[in-house]
């Protein structure tokens, strides 16, 4: 049976499943259960110094799903903001987490707004609960922008440069740079990250959007005493787009680990964030639908796949349909290659009808 472990900036995942930051790691209590039913990590719900700051409204859920069946969800909508939680009550669960499952990878997501004493604040404070690594939120697509904060900063390459450079002045853990898909070049923000010193790369973050108008009442949702924002889409229906801008990333900055993540259901979508250069892969709106039980079939399901194809390990699988990526122009060349030889096939084979005697006598040089 294949290893699910996997090393990744130096930390050994038990497996390469990570719940994305957001509601499955919303205090230490859920962070714990998860452990226990087999996650390899977490990414805590993104916290910062000041939760007063933090006033998040209901409903702020909204989905796209089949008219005949509601649980059939495509796509999902949140204008949830970071944890509303007290910094002090986190650092507590953090710790209490750690010690309890010292074998689980327990990240810490952090957000400030942009001043140097808070981002190095919340790092050292942050990290002496014994948490393993960080992901910076550079990609909050709504709410936090207002604030010049999540992706108002990660669309700003300057700003991922500097922000990663001060975490990485005093963190002793590996940090990620989580991106945001809004924008018209991941690389962009993400090189940036790598010069600011960042280990690793988390994406996709949600992508904007507005889920609905309700057509009784003509106003969009989710509804909030009448009125909406835009805010963040997952699930299902951002996977392609999700891979493909892993794909940007892995070919982009080859050094850095890459957490995938957007729209994974099962262990065969996992497997394709591997196949495109993730080492973990990050489950959020996934696991909000199905429950944290899905570990188990995720486990299984890669074990499964990498039998199947001969793989011994996780890490055989990591990037294997990277090279595959090309130019359109390649494509066209490729193809008209293929063609002629073909076609110089075609001719040979129709030198051999049937009257081998003769035949071979053509071929023969006196
Ligand atoms: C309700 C909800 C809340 C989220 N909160 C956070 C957050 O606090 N910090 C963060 O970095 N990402 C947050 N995310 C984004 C997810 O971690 C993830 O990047 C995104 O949803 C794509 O993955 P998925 O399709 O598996 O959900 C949230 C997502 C959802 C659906």
Redesign the pocket.
């Known amino acids: 049976m294949a290893d699910l472990s996997i090393e990744v900036n130096g930390i050994r995942f038990p497996n390469p499943f990570v719940l ?4 499955p790691g919303t205090n230490g209590k859920v962070i714990q259960r998860s452990f226990e039913l087999g996650w390899g990590g977490i ?1 805590c ?2 916290l910062s110094l000041e939760h007063e700051k933090v006033n998040n409204t209901v409903p ?2 909204g989905k796209l799903a089949d008219v005949n069946d509601r649980k059939n969800v495509y796509g ?3 204008i ?4 509303d939680r007290p910094f002090d009550v986190w650092l507590e669960e953090l710790k209490a987490a750690k010690e309890a499952y010292p074998d689980h990878v327990l990240i810490a ?1 952090i ?1 400030e707004e942009c001043e140097k004493d808070r981002w190095v604040e919340i790092t050292e404070r942050t990290q002496e609960t014994g948490v393993d690594a960080f ?1 910076l ?1 550079f ?2 697509p709504h709410g936090l922008p207002e604030r010049k904060m999540g992706a108002a900063m990660g669309q700003d390459p300057d700003i991922v440069e500097e922000v990663t450079g001060w975490v990485k002045s005093v963190s002793k853990i590996p940090v990620w740079a ?1 991106m945001t898909p809004n924008i018209t070049d991941i690389t962009v923000p993400a090189k940036a990250a790598e010069r600011g010193g960042a280990d690793g790369l ?5 992508i904007l959007c507005v889920i609905g108008i309700n057509l009784e009442t003509l106003r969009p949702m989710p509804t909030v005493e009448g009125y909406t924002v835009p805010g ?1 889409y ?3 229906a ?2 392609p787009i ?1 891979l493909r801008q892993v794909m940007e990333l892995a070919r982009a900055c080859p050094n850095l680990s890459i957490s995938g ?4 259901e099962n262990a065969l979508d996992a497997a394709q964030f591997i196949a495109m250069g993730s080492q973990t892969v ?7 639908l199905q429950g944290y039980e899905m570990i188990t079939e995720l486990c299984s399901g890669l074990s499964e796949f990498l039998d199947s194809k001969g793989m011994a390990s996780v890490s055989d699988l990591v990037g294997v349909s990277l090279p595959y990526f090309s130019t359109h122009h390649d494509l066209v060349d490729r193809q008209r290659a293929a063609k002629r030889e073909k076609a110089g096939q075609a001719e040979r084979d129709s030198m051999w009808k049937g009257d081998i005697a003769k035949e071979t006598d053509s071929l023969i040089t006196d």
Request: charged fraction near 15%; charge should be positive.
């Open positions: 994305g930051s957001g509601p990414v719900k993104t702020r859920y999902f909508q949140n949830e903001l970071i944890s997501s957000m992901e939120n990609s909050c989580k988390s994406a996709i973050n949600t963040g997952s699930g299902r951002v996977r999700a993540m957007g729209g994974v990050q489950v959020c709106t996934g696991a909000m």
